[in-house]
C-alpha cells in the first residue's frame, strides 16, 4: 500500500542548512507536498512539487525530487530559529484519480539551536 | 478571507459521550477533508466530502463515526460513544477543487476522560 517515511529528528544550529529527507512508495503520485507544523497549530502548506519536476526553488526553500529513487527532500537555507517546527511531507493519488486525498509521513521535528 | 475555522479548539468529553466537531471552510470552499493526528504521529485521512456528499470515507472507521456537509452551515465530523483512544488532534481542511495542497484548520483537540 501507500507509505511515506521521513527521519523522526533533525537538529541545526541557526545560520546552517537543513536537509529533510522523505521516501514515498506510489510512483504513480501526482504531486508531493511539504507543509509546516507548528506547536499547537494546524498544518500551513510550504511548498509542493510536480511529479514531472526534479526541483523547485521558493526563497530559502529547496525541493529535490528523485522520482526513480522515490525520494523528496526539503532544504531550508539559512535555518532560524523561527523554522522550529514539525515537517511533514504527503503525497496525492494518481493522475485522473486523484481526489485530493493526502497520504502523510509521520513528520520530521527540526530544532534549531541559536 | 477567513480561514478554515474549526471549533472547539479544545473538547473534552467522557468515554461514552458524544462529540461534534465543526468545521467551516474557507468561502467558495466546496470540498471538505477531515483527518486525525494521534500523537506522536502524521495525519491519516478520515473522510472526503463535497457539499451533501461523501465521496471518500476509507479512513473512517466502521462504527461510531460519521461526518456530513450539509447544503447549509458547517461540516460536521461526529463521535458517537467516544473511547479513550479517540482522543487526538482533528484537522479539517478545504479547497475549491478536489485536489490537495490545501488550507488546514487549527485543529479540535479531543480529549477523552
Known amino acids: 500500500g501507500e507509505d511515506v517515511e521521513q527521519s523522526l529528528f533533525l537538529s541545526v544550529r541557526e545560520g546552517d542548512s537543513s536537509v529533510i529527507n522523505c521516501t514515498y512508495t506510489d510512483s504513480s503520485s501526482t504531486y508531493l507536498y511539504w507543509y509546516k507544523q507548528e506547536p499547537g497549530a494546524g498544518l500551513q502548506l510550504l511548498t509542493y512539487i510536480f511529479s514531472n519536476m526534479d526541483m523547485k526553488q521558493d526563497q530559502r526553500l529547496t525541493v529535490l525530487l528523485n522520482k526513480k529513487d522515490k525520494h523528496l527532500s526539503l532544504r531550508i537555507a539559512d535555518t532560524q530559529t523561527g523554522d522550529s517546527a514539525i515537517y511533514f511531507c504527503a503525497e496525492s493519488g494518481p493522475p485522473g484519480g486523484n481526489t485530493g486525498k493526502l497520504i502523510f509521513g509521520q513528520g520530521t521535528t527540526l530544532q534549531v539551536k541559536p | ?113
Not at chain 2, 461534534?20 to 502524521?42: F, I, N
Not at chain 2, 463515526?65 to 482522543?87: C, M, N, T, Y
Open chain 2, 1 to 113: 478571507n477567513a480561514g478554515v475555522m474549526q471549533n472547539p479548539r479544545h473538547l473534552v468529553r467522557r468515554r461514552g459521550q458524544e462529540a461534534r466537531l465543526r468545521c467551516s471552510p474557507m468561502k467558495g470552499h466546496s470540498h471538505v477533508y477531515w483527518y486525525r493526528q494521534l500523537p506522536e504521529e502524521g495525519l491519516k485521512f478520515m473522510v472526503y466530502l463535497q457539499k451533501e456528499n461523501i465521496i471518500d470515507e476509507s479512513g473512517m472507521p466502521k462504527e461510531r463515526f460519521s461526518a456530513e456537509f450539509p447544503k447549509e452551515g458547517p461540516s460536521i465530523l461526529r463521535i458517537q460513544q467516544v473511547v479513550r483512544g479517540d482522543s487526538a488532534a482533528y484537522f479539517c481542511a478545504s479547497s475549491p477543487r478536489p485536489e490537495g495542497g490545501y488550507t488546514f484548520g487549527s485543529g479540535t483537540r479531543l480529549t477523552v476522560v
